[in-house]
């Protein structure tokens, strides 16, 4: 009961807090209390094969969750699959859905409406699913998804898990800054409730080193394994892809000085037209797509110098893809193309 105590507590106090302890929200506090203790005395514990892989957000945008939930139906789990129901989910497991909202009027007044509708409906679902005994719980998203599953991990007698792929402060930065109160508030409430997780793991051994140096929380580094039903693409069907692009992008044509009559070519491809024989080109450049949404560019750009002939697809937008493209000039890497379709495509010197 102990645990459960504890998020009474929790809650108790936040409302305390946000009420300046008047004598109506004390009550409020109390009944909630009184209540989740009523609660967890009836609810049974989840079944020890039973894991809810947990996504807010568009679960065909996750494919490492949904490659976690085969896994474990592959070794014996039955697992339940939640999250919003966007782009196509190559599952073959019971997926349970939650719904949009799409709120107008002034931006932190849709943002705490959001947060508040989007806990109450997590945990309205949560509580709906068959009992798990473990919810494996992606991040970030994690507001309000971390506090919201573990209280239900604590009324449910469960263990939650979470899969770092970031910190959701940090993306909240992008766009109002790190001073920013909301991106501050983000980060201690993030910081505290990822502290609850009964375990972790996470995406990278840079991410495990600083999740222990500035947050004591002990990761497991898992690194992304694709499905299998990733394989390498025909060297024709690349052929076509290519020569597409190269309609509205220079750096996938072939220099003027390869073109010839009966060979149709590329920067990568060249396809026999009497025999329809397609190969790859000898001396041809490597191929990089990157988004530079969340990641950390300075690698590439402090190594571009070093890099082979190479041909950058970069698929981020905003202030960011600029930053990225400017870095690519300051370190000898010259934009050769820039639209508002894939992103700018750099080549190197």
């Not at 945008?61 to 697992?79: F, K």
């Not at 992606?138 to 919201?148: E, H, K, R, S, T």
């Amino acid at each position: 009961m102990a645990p459960l105590q504890a998020a009474c507590a929790c809650v108790s106090a936040a409302l305390l807090l946000l009420s300046g302890a008047g004598h109506t929200w004390l009550l409020c506090a109390v009944t909630l209390l009184l209540a989740l203790l009523c609660i967890s005395a009836f609810i049974v514990p989840g079944r020890p094969s039973h894991v809810c892989v947990l996504v807010l957000g568009d679960l065909g945008r996750s494919p490492r969750m949904t490659y976690h939930a085969l896994s474990l139906v592959r070794n014996g789990y039955s697992v339940t699959l939640a999250g919003f129901r966007g782009l196509h989910v190559y599952v073959c497991i019971h997926v349970h859905n939650f719904f949009s909202l799409d709120l107008v009027g002034p931006r932190i007044l849709r943002y705490v409406l959001k947060v508040t509708v989007q806990a109450a409906q997590l945990l309205w679902e949560l509580l709906r699913i068959d009992p798990p005994s473990f919810v494996l719980l992606q991040n970030p998203p994690g507001l309000p998804a971390i506090a919201v599953t573990w209280l239900f991990c604590v009324l449910r007698r469960c263990h939650l898990i979470i899969d770092w792929h970031n910190y959701g402060y940090s993306i909240m930065s992008l766009t109002n800054g790190p001073g920013h109160p909301i991106v501050r508030l983000a980060k201690w409430y993030e910081k505290m409730f990822g502290r609850l997780s009964k375990s972790n793991f996470c995406v990278t051994n840079a991410m495990k080193e600083d999740l222990l140096h500035n947050w004591r929380i002990k990761a497991i580094t898992l690194y992304d394994k694709p499905a299998s039903i990733f394989k390498e693409t025909p060297v024709e069907l690349q052929h076509q892809l290519f020569m597409k692009l190269a309609v509205d992008y220079a750096p996938f044509r072939a220099s003027s000085d390869c073109t010839g009559t009966n060979v149709e070519k590329c920067a990568f491809t060249e396809k026999n037209l009497a025999s329809g024989t397609v190969t790859h080109r000898a001396g041809r450049p490597a191929l990089l797509i990157s988004s530079t949404s969340w990641t950390d560019y300075d690698k590439l750009i402090t190594d571009g110098s070093k890099l082979p002939s190479l041909i950058c697809v970069i698929t981020a937008r905003g202030a960011v893809q600029l930053l990225y493209v400017d870095g690519c000039v300051s370190e000898r890497l010259t934009p050769s193309h820039s639209s508002s379709g894939p992103g700018p495509h750099c080549r190197s010197r």
